[in-house]
């Protein structure tokens, strides 16, 4: 009898050298490097490179990585004008997801079956490196470019002096980015770099699965992440501290909540069963922001929302995850909440790559089975006979 794994929670669908969780431990490693290291030392524009090549560049190769993105963040002024036909009451995720799709149809990127061969190196070849070099350097400036024109702006041109995060934050408001601002963005693309087999990911090689090009492939995995299950529970998760609004307000809200067996956003993991390591270093960079610029006045209640929710179900393995404590930074950045997904998917783009790129060296066509639980050898009933 065969065994339906719901969610296939626990099955692995591929090995793997790009991520790896402890969800006991509460450990996240990119590429056998903690992640506490990469946040405290890196750049997202190195994790990238670390991510996509299993080592970290050296001088030449990070100045060269770090170029190419640099000179590839401009979109053509059709990919604008198509996301000047959305709707601006849209999410700014499925804007994302459309502009994305459409990439593709403007750049040299269908795979030939004949091209992708055991061990084939997708790196190594001009025209996937570029797709890859595109779609990181890319996704913020569509992003910010939505933001301005849903308020009736201008998209602003991207800067090549500047960094991944600093250049988003100027494309997003036309100022210089103040530099404690783009290191803490900076760290938060780091953060939301990888994450092994989830959703969005596992969409990604589904579709990679079958030889769709690079675009495609991003386009739906970031599908997979608008759901509030995945990476839409950081905007959730801001939304309901503003429901709860004050400090009194969590234990009646969040008991009321646990009662009637609603989710609470930004907490529970399938992996971990401890709190998220990327939530302690996110609540740690919430800190230092907040000694800086002043605390966000949502903090308290986000806190509180901790230790109710430790006091109730810690003891069964639910505690905060990544998208707990980004939204109290984000917002404290100037960043709109409905953009919160969005940078969530500017920096896992770099993680759903570098498993393609896994994947090409060695693919197979996802095809799983099913339990068919239906009848057999109905009759067919003519519609005057249908009751
Ligand atoms: N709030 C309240 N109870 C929860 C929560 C939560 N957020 N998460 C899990 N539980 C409870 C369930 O009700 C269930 O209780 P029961 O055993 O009494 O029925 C138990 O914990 C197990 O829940 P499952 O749904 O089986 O756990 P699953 O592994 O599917 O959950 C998930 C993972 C979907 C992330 C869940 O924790 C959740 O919905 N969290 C809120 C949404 C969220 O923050 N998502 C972001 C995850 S991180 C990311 O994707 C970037």
Redesign the pocket.
Known sequence: MEKLIP?L?GVPIMESQVGFIDGQKGILEYRGIPIEVLAESSTYEEVAYLLLWGKLPNREEMAKFDHDLRTHRRVKYRIIDLMKCLPETGHPMDALQAAVAALGMFYPAKIDPAEIQPGTDVLARDKHYWSIIRLIAKLPTIVAAFERMRHGDEPVRPRDDLSHAANFLWMLTEQDPDPLDARILDVCLIL?AE?TM??STFSGLVVGSTLADPYTLVASAIGALTG???????E??LRMFREIGTVENVRPYIEA??KA???????????YKVK?PRAYVLQGLAEHLFRVKGEHPLYRVAQEVERV?NEH?GA???AS????YSGVVYDQLGIPIDLFTPV?AIARVAGWLAHWVEQMKNNRLFRPDQIYTGQHNLPYVRMEQRT
């Open positions: 969610g929670e939301h994450h989830n959703a509030p299950l995945h990476g839409g529970a950081n959730q998760a909540k646990l067996k609603a989710r609470i956003m930004g907490v529970g993991h399938r992996v998220d929710i179900v069964k393995g639910i995850n990544v998208d707990f969530f």
